[in-house]
């Protein structure tokens, strides 16, 4: 059950991660849009979007 929970927080990890360079991502491409140049303050994911994102992972994930 510990190795169980161990890989849980290493998904969530994993997450928070990718909905962070997705969010830098987002961003860029609007600047470049926008034509803004210049530094971004981006925030953390909060509780709604990390459960999102795991709803989503689940969701498409092949193996459990």
Known sequence: MV???HEFI????NI?????EYLLFQK???DKFQN????R???L???NKLRDG????LAYATNG
């Not at 803004?36 to 530094?39: E, M």
């Not at 795991?54 to 992972?57: D, G, I, K, L, T």
């Open 54 to 57: 795991v709803q989503e992972c």
């Open 10 to 13: 290493g998904y969530c990890k």
């Open 28 to 30: 860029k491409i609007e």
């Open 41 to 43: 303050v981006l925030e």
């Open 45 to 47: 994911p909060d509780r």
């Open 36 to 39: 803004i140049k210049g530094p």
């Open 16 to 20: 928070i991660r990718i909905i962070s």
């Open 3 to 5: 190795e169980v929970f």
